[in-house]
């Protein structure tokens, strides 16, 4: 079992960046693919990106890709999403998921555990 827990979010001006943890613990969390989702205000929950466990493979959604990065710090348990660039339609819960599949997985669907999420709130 896998317990996630979110950080680093807060109110940002548009242009400004903000960097996302999520410590892990319980299991082997260095064994895990590991994913950032997001909720916009009255939206569906969508993908952000991923790291794959096996070859640390990322995949980024097109709305992100280029503003956006994901590592991981094994000996801390601790994945991070840095994000620059913000935009106001970046504002959103933000929530990392650990995946047992090997892959870069996009789908909520391959994702077995969730953290509670971090608000991530960007002013224009």
């Known amino acids: 079992q896998v317990q996630l827990l979110e950080s680093g979010g807060g109110l940002v001006q548009a242009g400004g960046s903000l960097r996302l943890s999520c410590a892990a613990s319980g299991g082997t969390p260095s064994r895990y693919t590991m994913g950032w989702f997001r909720r916009a205000p009255g939206k569906e929950r969508e993908f952000v990106g991923v790291l794959s466990w096996i070859g640390s493979t990322t995949r980024y959604s097109d709305s992100v890709k280029g503003r956006f990065t994901i590592s991981r710090d094994n000996a801390k348990n601790t994945v991070y999403l840095q994000m620059n660039s913000l935009k106001s339609e970046d504002t959103a819960v933000y929530y990392c998921?650990?995946?047992?599949?090997?892959?870069?997985?996009?789908?909520?669907?391959?994702?077995?555990?969730w953290g509670q999420g971090t608000q991530v709130t960007v002013s224009s």
């Open positions: 998921a650990a995946s047992m599949k090997p892959y870069a997985a996009v789908r909520q669907s391959e994702y077995d555990y």
